[in-house]
């Protein structure tokens, strides 16, 4: 370690940051990064070792993804003395303009909401996106940080292991306080369910387009998470997992056509052993828990024929279908604004004695289940727009870098952070993963982890010094 690092005055460290990060003009964003490793070498490492920390707890409890937030905040608060510059290149940058125009649009809505407390409490899950910020300064570790969040996912699979084992141990006076055909370990199945169909995502690159080693610990990885998925009995996810799995898989096997007809390799195989190997894991999950996805499956199509031709909405599947519709009704009584963060509940309450129904006799919940209808529900179509370019600038700029992963250019596990974030967003049509603490947690690392102006890795080869420039 560099012992001068420690001994330079946070101005002097500002300045030399400054000079990399004029005003007006494109930042030379490789060049601060390695200013930083070589000037502040004591700090970067700690602020790599708390932001990792941090990626390992977003998998856990909520209590505890709660208490791994504050020591990576408070070192970036710490370290923003002499680092301001190089918070400022990304608060110049369109995710943050878009991160905090949400974040004014969340907080102005409050004024017209019928529920404050609801609102408040929606409000406060905006301390997540203080992780794209407080992750910034150490992008240039990002494999580090996937490889936390993957290691913490890890320790999620072996509780769901153990609670799957539980019953058979018959310790008495000990048992879990879940639905028998629902494991999801210390998750509620529905978050379960998207948190680990976001854990697919991170593994389902390596398990595809990697080499060697890579590819068999990505193999490893998303079969585990395929099984889980499997077991939390939240069909949501099911359908959200199968649909990431034929994403990538399809992706696969166009490149493998390309590729024959460039050089006649045979690069169909990698694609096809990962769909053999999550075979075999869904295969294994069957034998496992067989009977208790079968009853889930079972009980959804009862519920989805009942709510379609009965109009009965009394049953979760069917209370979900009425709460979607609530949704797109609040968004045609109030298009712009919406009804306000937390409104949704509230408005519906009123909707229905409106109507002449008593909102005792119907289930309503905080929120439509939806993230995309929530989100036009709560803060209009102003919202939605907001929350759509954030999201279409950070796709945008992975795919863009993807024909360079697909090439072997980049490791296969650089797109890990994409595509859990396509996994997220898959499953988010049937969970408001943006008002859920875990998942919105998991969301807004992703988001950071997919900055489009991030550094190439540390460790890499002559980066391209022209990648992480900024307009």
Request: charged content about 15%.
């Amino acid at each position: 370690m560099d012992r001068t690092s420690v001994q330079i005055p946070p101005r002097e460290m500002a300045a030399g940051y400054a000079a990399l990060a004029p005003r007006g003009r494109p930042a030379d964003i490789p060049a601060l990064y390695d200013y930083q490793r070589r000037r502040d070498t004591l700090g970067h490492t700690l602020h790599t070792a708390l932001a990792a920390t941090t990626c390992l707890t977003l998998a856990a409890p909520t209590t505890i993804a709660q208490f791994g937030l504050v020591p990576v905040f408070f070192c970036t608060l710490i370290r923003a003395v002499g680092i301001h510059p190089f918070l400022g290149v990304f608060a110049r940058s369109l995710m943050a303009k878009c991160l905090m125009l949400w974040a004014a649009w969340l907080a102005l809505s409050l004024l017209w909401t019928p529920d404050l407390a609801q609102g408040i409490d929606e409000l406060s899950d905006l301390r997540w996106a203080l992780l794209p910020v407080c992750l910034w300064p150490v992008l240039d570790r990002r494999p580090l940080l996937v490889r936390a969040i993957a290691a913490g996912f890890l320790c999620a699979l072996v509780v769901q292991g153990i609670h799957a084992a539980w019953p058979s141990l018959e310790i008495p006076g000990i048992r879990w306080p879940h639905d028998p055909d629902r494991n999801a370990g210390w998750w509620k199945p529905v978050v379960g369910g998207s948190m680990l169909t976001a854990a697919l995502g991170l593994g389902l690159p390596a398990a595809v387009f990697g080499r060697g080693r890579e590819r068999l610990a990505g193999l490893v990885f998303s079969a585990l998470v395929a099984a889980g998925v499997l077991a939390t009995g939240t069909r949501g996810a099911w359908l959200a997992s199968a649909t990431l799995v034929a994403i990538i898989l399809a992706g696969a096997l166009a490149r493998a056509l390309l590729r024959r007809r460039e050089d006649g390799t045979r690069a169909w195989r990698p694609a096809l052993i990962a769909l053999a190997i999550l075979a075999i894991a869904v295969a294994a999950a069957w034998l496992t828990v067989g009977p208790a996805i079968q009853r889930r499956f079972d009980r959804g199509v009862t519920e989805v024929r009942a709510a379609i031709h009965d109009r009965d909405f009394t049953s979760d599947t069917g209370a979900r279908i009425l709460m979607a519709w609530w949704a797109m009704e609040a968004v045609a009584d109030h298009p712009l604004r919406g009804t306000g963060a937390g409104g949704y509940a509230a408005w519906v309450r009123a909707h229905l004695v409106e109507q002449g129904i008593d909102p005792a006799s119907r289930h309503i919940h905080a929120h439509a289940h939806n993230a995309a209808l929530h989100t036009a529900a709560t803060l209009g179509l102003v919202g939605l727009a907001i929350a759509g370019s954030l999201v279409f600038i950070v796709l945008r700029a992975e795919w863009r870098r993807l024909p360079d992963t697909l090439a072997g250019l980049r490791p296969a596990s650089d797109a890990a952070p994409a595509c859990a974030l396509l996994g997220l967003l898959l499953v988010s049509a049937f969970d408001s993963i943006h008002v859920n603490t875990q998942t919105s947690a998991m969301l807004f690392a992703l988001l950071g982890l997919c900055h489009p102006s991030r550094p190439e890795p540390a460790h890499a080869t002559q980066p391209d010094p022209t990648a992480g420039r900024t307009g």
